[in-house]
């Protein structure tokens, strides 16, 4: 192989989500930089990986980048590995990639396992468009101040929580988003104890307060986007288009109303013929 940095995902769980890839490219690298060294030694002596290990984390990885590149410099590939997951991913390496990036060095991606895009592809919530929220503030102050930055959004909502604070996080959610908006909530998945439902905040927070269990373990929240902004939107389409019918046709009426609002035709062209029904 060629001088290559390599961010290698690893199971969240089960191990046999490991990929035939990422066991050949772990066993062929010259170092391994890996967010805990202690964790991930597990992984490799099950896949019988003797590849040496060098620590990469948060505290250590802005030292690390100078002694790793001149490593992938002198002709030698790494693999970037976190303890669990896709590396980055609320997880160190963002530097590391940066630094290889900026040095002209080839980073591979090597797919896998990753939490957040399991938990969303399970819940049953929209899909089609997200964003990642990571970990919220500890501190339910900065929390609610960070909630309420994105209570409109229309768009899915991923978050990662700790399991001491997943109770007081939910109230905090409940609280901002609304008790009865959809929230899905997945615990330890891929592991034995896996809790994958969906729920309104209400029932999640219920649910929770019932089972200390769900207390416990890598929990992923998945929350449905605002339906306030696209209400009002058809609110506003409503309101234009009944005013355009009284001197138009369906046709023209739709046309004017689809320019004003930004909107393709045939959906103004359909609402229009509903109104007039």
Do not use: W
Not at 34 to 58: V, Y
């Amino acid at each position: 192989m060629n001088a290559q940095l390599f961010v290698v995902a690893t199971p969240i769980g089960h191990l046999d989500d490991m990929t035939f890839r990422a066991i050949e490219v772990l066993k062929q690298v010259k170092l391994i930089a890996a967010e805990d060294t202690r964790q991930s030694i597990q992984l490799l002596k099950h896949f019988n990986i003797s590849t040496p290990l060098t620590a990469c984390h948060d505290h250590n990885e802005s030292h690390k980048i100078e002694q790793l590149l001149d490593t992938l410099k002198s002709g030698d590939s790494i693999a970037l590995i976190s303890d669990a997951g896709t590396p980055l991913i609320s997880d160190p390496g963002f530097k590391l990639v940066r630094a290889a990036q900026e040095h002209n060095i080839r980073v591979t991606p090597v797919p896998g396992a990753c939490a957040a895009i399991s938990a969303l592809s399970a819940v049953g919530l929209p899909s089609d468009r997200f964003s990642f929220e990571g970990f919220l503030p500890s501190r339910s102050s900065q929390r609610l101040s960070q909630l309420e930055q994105l209570k409109d959004e229309t768009q899915t909502l991923i978050f990662y929580e700790a399991p001491h604070r997943i109770l007081e996080c939910v109230k905090d959610m409940a609280q901002v988003f609304g008790s009865d908006r959809k929230v899905g909530f997945a615990r330890e998945i891929t592991k034995t104890f896996e809790t994958i439902k969906q729920f309104s905040f209400a029932e999640l927070i219920s649910f929770i307060e019932q089972d200390r269990n769900q207390q416990k373990g890598e929990i992923v929240l998945v929350v449905a986007g605002s339906t306030a902004q696209k209400d009002l939107q058809q609110e506003k389409l409503d309101e234009i288009l009944n005013r355009l019918l009284k001197d138009l046709s369906v046709k023209a009426a739709s046309q004017l109303a689809a320019d004003l609002f930004g909107i393709k035709k045939k959906i103004a062209y359909q609402r229009a013929l509903e109104l007039t029904q």
